[in-house]
């Protein structure tokens, strides 16, 4: 069933609401005519920054707003975006862009993640609504700086963790929140990147020079991360196996696939996190093969946690009941009367064991809202004076600050213990290089 708010619904139950309160409204029409800002039905003046690639999603995701500006540093692998949309300007710097086009009200971000921070905070400091790709930020300092900026630019904000609107992640938060597995103390997430899907592991950078393609603006590209020849090795997609550009599988993953018990459990920052690793570390690009594992403290009722988080290694198949191989990512959460196990990345499916212990059982009712997986339409409902977005830059600048914690201590290849008041990690000064980073010269806010 389509939840599609047309004009003539919403004013109908606007005025519905108006009336039974001893007032009316004309749904948001000032005299003059103009529409207010909090108008559902108003579009608003939408910029798109990285419109290739996964940017292609986000320019359709808010094809029903207007859609004002356009930036991309590569005008080939934009080319499709900026086809749709011959008449709107198109800008190859965000810097440039937000500083001259003064109509944009929002402003989506789908750079690679070393640009992320820069460009969300350039937006929101302007008063522009914001959606940010995941990870939210590439280092957990900005995480933090994204979540204050959002609440005191008082702006709409939300992260691209996707499935986070959808109704099948939702109601798996409701039968972790309903008590339905007993006390919880134990979960257990993987994936399947990077495989096939990107490398990592480069113990050196590629020593060859190409010249950079004219339809590539490289400098720009760069932005905050150090400067460094092109190569196509970094550009396009592979960057996310280079420390310097990317977070590896577990930043670009863990805010799909931690999400869920994240949420559920209200887990908040762990108290510390310890890596194994099959490689040996470097500074150019995440090791192939690992276990994180994060100690979250009690919370209210619930237990102390223990999140494990795998890539390339697996959880041990005896925790799984009837499963012979596990799919390639997924979550299980563990709790004294039963377990549930969601085989994907989103959170979005659920098998309950023992299975005796669950025959005829029915989810909770809910108690969430339901948007159907529009998640640009639940950030714009937001923009236009409507409820946050669950995934907005509170929640979502907390979960990115947690599973970039896990690459800090991959890093630093031992035990962190985290102060997230104080934003450190204790007794060890070497680890603050990895919190937060220097940009380059004109990149800073």
């Not at 994936?191 to 720009?220: C, I, M, S, Y």
Request: glycine content about 10%; hydrophobic content about 35%.
């Amino acid at each position: 069933m389509s939840h599609k708010v047309t004009r003539r619904r919403f004013l109908g139950t606007t005025a519905a609401s108006a009336t039974a309160a001893g007032f009316f409204l004309t749904a948001g029409v000032t005299e003059s005519g103009a529409r207010r800002a909090d108008d559902p039905m108003r579009r608003l003046n939408v910029a798109v920054i990285g419109c290739g690639g996964r940017g292609e999603g986000n320019v359709s995701g808010v094809a029903g707003e207007n859609v004002v500006a356009l930036c991309d540093v590569d005008e080939r692998r934009a080319a499709k975006s900026f086809n749709r949309y011959p008449k709107v300007p198109k800008y190859t710097d965000f810097r440039v862009m937000l500083e001259k086009q003064k109509d944009i009200e929002a402003v989506v971000v789908a750079t690679p993640d070393h640009s992320h921070a820069v460009a969300s905070m350039m937006a929101m400091n302007l008063g522009k609504h914001c959606y940010t790709e995941k990870p939210l930020t590439h280092s957990v300092w900005e995480a933090r700086q994204l979540k204050l900026a959002a609440a005191k630019n008082r702006v709409a904000t939300q992260m691209g963790n996707q499935h986070t609107s959808n109704n099948g992640f939702r109601t798996n938060v409701e039968i972790i929140r309903s008590g339905v597995l007993g006390r919880i103390n134990e979960i257990h997430v993987w994936t399947n990147r990077p495989g096939t899907f990107w490398r990592q592991g480069h113990r050196e950078r590629p020593k060859e020079t190409p010249p950079v393609p004219k339809h590539l603006a490289w400098d720009v590209w760069l932005g905050p991360a150090p400067q460094r020849p092109y190569n196509p090795a970094y550009h396009p997609f592979a960057w996310r196996g280079w420390w310097d550009f990317g977070t590896g599988a577990l930043g670009d993953m863990g805010c799909h696939t931690m999400n869920l018990p994240f949420m559920a459990l209200q887990l908040g920052a762990p108290t510390s996190v310890v890596a194994e690793t099959d490689q040996e570390i470097n500074n150019e690009s995440p090791p192939n093969g690992l276990v994180v594992t994060y100690e979250f403290p009690a919370n209210g009722s619930r237990p102390p946690v223990r999140l494990k988080w795998y890539e390339v290694r697996r959880p041990n198949l005896d925790l799984f009941e009837g499963v012979k191989v596990l799919p390639g990512s997924g979550c299980l959460i563990i709790g004294a009367k039963g377990k549930l196990y969601s085989p994907s990345d989103y959170g979005g499916e659920f098998r309950l064991w023992p299975t005796a212990n669950f025959k005829g059982y029915a989810p909770p009712k809910p108690t969430l809202a339901r948007v159907n997986g529009n998640h640009h339409g639940e950030w714009l409902r937001a923009c236009k004076g409507g409820p946050a977005a669950m995934s907005n830059f509170d929640y979502a600048g907390a979960l990115t600050e947690t599973v970039l914690l896990g690459n800090v201590a991959i890093r630093l290849g031992k035990r962190i213990t985290w102060d997230s008041d104080r934003l450190r990690c204790t007794d060890l000064p070497a680890a603050d290089q990895y919190l937060r980073r220097e940009y380059r010269k004109g990149w800073a806010w």
